[in-house]
Each structure stands twice: as structure tokens, then as C-alpha cells.
């Protein structure tokens, strides 16, 4: 019925501490949060359970001991409670507890080297996201620049260089003739040159 958030408490609710939970239902707990990605809420229940004496006794003790360090206290990054709690326990043979400290050296390297990652993959984009600012700053001030000269022209210069270029592409292309704005402009250049001098004369 997707509640899996309240497995926990009911469980304790029912059971009233966590050391007399049975080896099967703890099993569950830890598989469930770990497999929903949430091992921290079963990290207290698990530790004070295989802390007890009573329970170091039983024949699960060994395996729930694996399973509390393979899917809570390694994901979890707890590296002295998975050392300690292979250290400390005389549910493990020496072959198992080598094996055992090894996994848990692998796991602290492998999580070393994802921060190392992530660290140097943030510096990338930090690095590649201040030299994009700085280009765009660049341009602005181009652009600025650009617009300052333009605007310090007078206007009529600006007017007349602009009918002239496109008076110059009119005569020497003929298919531009065949966009209307400079057909209308040309049209509109030779009516006020033919007023102009019909003045005149």
C-alpha cells in the first residue's frame, strides 16, 4: 500500500524495544529501507540490536551482522561502527573479519574518489561558467562601445552613407531590385532629386 515510511514504528510499537525484534523481522526492516534508499532509519534499531548480548548468541547474528554492514553502515559512509562492529564481535571468523575490513576499505576509497569527482567536477563548471561570463561582459562592452561610436555620428552622415549604399546596391545589383524597401528607398531618392532640381530649374 506504498507505507513503507511506517513499517518501522509499527513494528516497534508492537514489539516495544528494538532488541527483541526477531532476526527475520529485522532482516525485513533493513532490506526494505535499503532497498527504498533510506538505511538511516533502521541504522539505531539494527546497531542497539546487535548490541545486545542476548541476541549475539543466535544463529542469524552472524548474517544480519553482514547485512547491517553491506546495506546501512557502508551507504551510510560509517566507517568506525563498520569497523568496530567487525572488530568487536566474536560472530565473525578471522577469514570473514579480513574479508570483511577489506570491504569496508574498498568502500571508503570508492567513496574518496566520488568526492574527489564531484569536487573537481564542480571547479570544472565553475571555471568554464566565469569564462562564459567573462566573454559575454566582453561583448557588452564591444557592443557599447559600438553603439557609443554610432550614436556620436551625426545624423545625417549616418542618413546619407546609408541612402548611398543602398542607391550603389541597387545600380550595381540588379536582384536586389527585387527587394521592395529598396525599390520604395530608390523611388523615394530620384522623386526628391526630380523635385529638387525641377525647383532649380
Given at each position: ?6 513499517v518501522l ?103 574518496k574518489h566520488k568526492h ?86
Amino acid at each position: 500500500m506504498d507505507r513503507w515510511q511506517e513499517v518501522l514504528s509499527w513494528v516497534l510499537q508492537y514489539y516495544q524495544v528494538p532488541e527483541k525484534l526477531p532476526p527475520k523481522v529485522l532482516e525485513l526492516c533493513v532490506l526494505l529501507y535499503s532497498k527504498m534508499q533510506e538505511p538511516g532509519a533502521v541504522l539505531e534499531v539494527a546497531s542497539v540490536w546487535l548490541q545486545d548480548p542476548d541476541n549475539q548468541g543466535l544463529p542469524e547474528y552472524r548474517a544480519l551482522a553482514e547485512l547491517h554492514l553491506q546495506r546501512v553502515l557502508l551507504p551510510l559512509g560509517c566507517w568506525s561502527e563498520a569497523e568496530e562492529l567487525v572488530v568487536g564481535s566474536a560472530a565473525f571468523s578471522e577469514e570473514q573479519r579480513l574479508d570483511a575490513l577489506q570491504a569496508i576499505s574498498t568502500a571508503r576509497q570508492q567513496q574518496k574518489h566520488k568526492h574527489s569527482d564531484s569536487e573537481d567536477w564542480k571547479l570544472s563548471q565553475e571555471g568554464s561558467s566565469h569564462k562564459f561570463l567573462s566573454l559575454l561582459m566582453l561583448l557588452c562592452r564591444l557592443w557599447d562601445s559600438a553603439v557609443s561610436h554610432f550614436l556620436s555620428l551625426p545624423f545625417r552622415k549616418i542618413l546619407l552613407a546609408a541612402l548611398i549604399l543602398c542607391l550603389v546596391v541597387v545600380r550595381f545589383d540588379p536582384a536586389a531590385s527585387s527587394l521592395p524597401f529598396l525599390c520604395k528607398l530608390a523611388q523615394l531618392f530620384h522623386w526628391i532629386r526630380d523635385a529638387l532640381f525641377s525647383s532649380l530649374y
